[in-house]
C-alpha cells in the first residue's frame, strides 16, 4: 500500500475541514438563535411578573381606598344620625291633654 500524497489529499483535507467549518458555523448559529429565545423567554417572563405585581397592587389600593370610602361613608352616616338626635338633657313635652281626650 501506497501512501496516497499530493494535490488529490490536499483537495480531501480542504473540502473536509470546509464541511466542519459550515457544520460549526450552522451550529453556531443555532446557539445563537437559542440564545435569543431564551433571552426573549426571560424577557417575557419578567415583564409577567411586573405586570402582576402591578396588578395585584393595584388591587391592594383599590381595596384600600374602598375601605376608606366605606368607613368614612359610615362615620359620616353616623355623624348625621347622632347630630338629629335631640339633646339629652331635654325632656320630652307633656303631651297635650285635649288632644289626649280627642284619641281616646
Not at 61 to 86: E, L, N, Q
Amino acid at each position: 500500500m501506497e501512501k496516497e500524497t499530493g494535490p488529490d489529499i490536499d483537495r480531501e483535507a480542504e473540502e473536509t475541514i470546509a464541511q466542519i467549518e459550515k457544520i460549526v458555523e450552522h451550529q453556531l448559529a443555532e446557539a445563537r438563535i437559542m440564545e435569543m429565545q431564551a433571552q426573549t423567554l426571560l424577557t417575557s417572563e419578567s415583564i409577567l411578573a411586573e405586570e402582576r405585581a402591578v396588578k395585584t397592587q393595584t388591587e391592594a389600593h383599590s381595596s384600600a381606598f374602598s375601605d376608606a370610602v366605606t368607613g368614612a361613608t359610615r362615620g359620616y352616616a353616623a355623624y348625621r344620625a347622632i347630630a338629629a338626635m335631640p339633646p339629652l338633657n331635654t325632656l320630652p313635652e307633656e303631651p297635650d291633654k285635649k288632644q289626649c281626650v280627642r284619641r281616646a
